[in-house]
Structures are given as C-alpha cells and as structure tokens.
C-alpha cells in the first residue's frame, strides 16, 4: 500500500460501518434495509456497483464511500456468507441445491448499523462474526455456484437498491443484479497485496492462520468464483478499473466521490488515474 498509513490500509477491519441510521423491517424472508439517508453535497441517489475478487478492498472503499455520499451500503458477499452459514448449522448437505435454494429463499437477512460498524442479521441473529472464518468463506464460494441460491439473493439484492442512493458490493453487480448502474467500479489488486490484506484481517481478528493456506484458500476462491457456470466474477464492459495495490483508502475513494459527483452532474467521459 505504498505511503499509506496502517490506518488508511485497505484491511476489511479498517471500517466495515456506516454513520446513519433507521431502518424498515420485512417480517416475511427477505432482507432489511436501514432507509437511505438524504443525498449529501448535492450528489443524486445514484446505483453505484463495485465488484471485484477477494481482498481488493471492495468492502472498505463501500463502507467509505457510502459514509461520505449518504448513500446506504450492501456487503452481497455477507449474504451469501449467512446461506453458507445456515446451511453449516442446519447440517445441510451442500451439494443439494434444491434444500440450499429453499433454505436461501426462506431467510431474512439485515442489515443494521451500531455506529461506525454495520452488523450482519440473518433471522434476528447477529452472525457478523460467525460469518467470516476460513470455513464459511470456503462454503461460501461453494454455494454461490449454485442457481437457487443466486436467483434468491439476486431478488433480495434488487429490492434492497431498487430505490438507488446505494452502493453494493460484490462480484456480479455490475454484470448482473444492477446492469444499468449509474457507475459501475471494478476493484483489483495485485493477488500478493490481496493475500496479505485477508491474512492481516484474521490475524487481527484473533483467528488462527497460516499465511500459505489463506494464500491457497484466496486464489482457489477467486479461481471458483470466476469460473462458475452463474454470474461468474468478471468486469463489465463499462465499469471503471480501480488498482487499489499501492493506494490509501482515503486516495481511491475522494477520485470516487470525485467521478460520482461529476455522473450526478452529467459529466461524461470519466477515467480514473493511477
Ligand atoms: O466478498 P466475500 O468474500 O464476503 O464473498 C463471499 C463469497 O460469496 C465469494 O467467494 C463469492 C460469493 N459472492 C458471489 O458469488 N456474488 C456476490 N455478489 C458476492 C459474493
């Protein structure tokens, strides 16, 4: 990350929050979303998608950027987090599609903030830790292959940005749950930096790692996700590449706040610099 400070890292831990609150409730399955606070400094409530593979920073750049526009934020990756979740516990076999889909479509999955933290719910219980060991990552993958489980989280995800002032993140937003976002961002960084950024996290979490399995673990994530037969992780044609390897958090995102700010205004032709 070249200058940055180890505050200004691009760690999942450096803030996954967002300032705001309130919230609406579904009792059915389905999702919960706090409201959208008013739009900020004169910017639209624009789609924003952000896609890109595992420890790209996607997840801190969102939770940033969603503070400073006002916009809510969608972590999609922590939905398919909470199926994989309750697919372990309810001692599903993951291979049976039919029984994931139900299971996925029967959720309710929120999400709630407590001050600079956003807080995973899935049926009224707080998983915002549970959801994200080695394990579930891995099962994770494995049930995000699956056409159910996509179809039921791809609703839910559309229903939960249909009103815009949004940013969601994840690997198939720009290609398939928003198309027609107003701007679409690809983040990437080099697999070494991204390998580090994920070991760094969990080792800050108190898990207990190995730096060459969490290596292997990533890439052979990364290799499933853009390879599977469903909306596999790739970049949309028009989305804008973002290489977070050697840039501070508070760099990316002010040229976002930047290339948000001139899309509400009509400006066209945006490029971001290196
Ligand atoms: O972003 P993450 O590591 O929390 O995502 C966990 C898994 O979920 C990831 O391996 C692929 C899957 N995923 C997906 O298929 N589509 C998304 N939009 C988000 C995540």
């Known amino acids: ?32 979303l706090r409201e959208p606070r008013p739009p900020s400094r004169g910017v639209e409530r624009l789609t924003i998608a952000i896609d890109g593979p595992s420890g790209a920073g996607k997840s801190t750049v ?14 999609t990756g922590a939905m398919y987090r909470s199926v994989a979740f309750r697919v ?19 959720l309710h999955i929120a999400f709630v903030i407590e001050g600079e933290q956003t807080r995973v719910f899935c049926d009224g219980e707080d998983i915002s830790e549970a959801i994200r060991t080695p394990e579930i990552s891995r099962l994770a993958s494995f049930v995000s292959r699956q056409k159910g489980v996509r179809e039921a989280l791809v609703r839910m995800q559309r229903e939960m940005g ?12 720009g290609t398939v749950v928003f198309p027609d976002a107003d701007i679409k961002f690809y983040l990437d960084a080099d697999s070494g930096e991204r390998v580090r950024r994920r070991y760094h996290e969990m080792v800050e979490k108190g ?11 990533l890439l052979q994530r990364d290799h499933n996700d853009m390879h599977r037969s469903h909306s596999p992780l790739k970049k949309a ?19 976002m706040v930047r290339i948000v700010k001139a899309k509400a205004k009509g400006v066209k032709g945006l490029l971001l610099t290196k």
Do not use: C, W
């Not at 070249?2 to 300032?19: I, P, V």
């Not at 919230?23 to 389905?30: D, E, H, L, W």
């Not at 309810?90 to 996925?104: R, S, T, W, Y």
């Not at 290489?243 to 002010?254: A, F, G, K, N």
């Open 237 to 255: 044609d028009d989305a804008l590449s973002v290489d977070t390897t050697h840039r501070s958090v508070e760099e990316i995102v002010d040229e």
């Open 62 to 75: 969102a939770s940033f950027l969603g503070r400073r526009l006002g916009y809510v934020y969608i972590d």
């Open 88 to 106: 372990k516990e309810k001692g599903i076999v993951p291979e049976d599609e039919f029984a994931v889909g139900q299971l996925a479509s029967s």
């Open 1 to 32: 990350m070249g200058k940055a400070s180890n505050k200004e890292r691009l760690t999942r831990s450096a803030a996954r929050g967002l300032a705001g609150k309130g919230k609406r409730k579904s009792r059915r399955s389905g999702s919960t």
């Open 162 to 173: 249909k009103k815009g002032g949004v940013i969601l993140e994840g690997r198939d937003i």
């Open 207 to 217: 898990v207990e790692v190995d730096f060459k399995e969490t290596q292997q673990e």
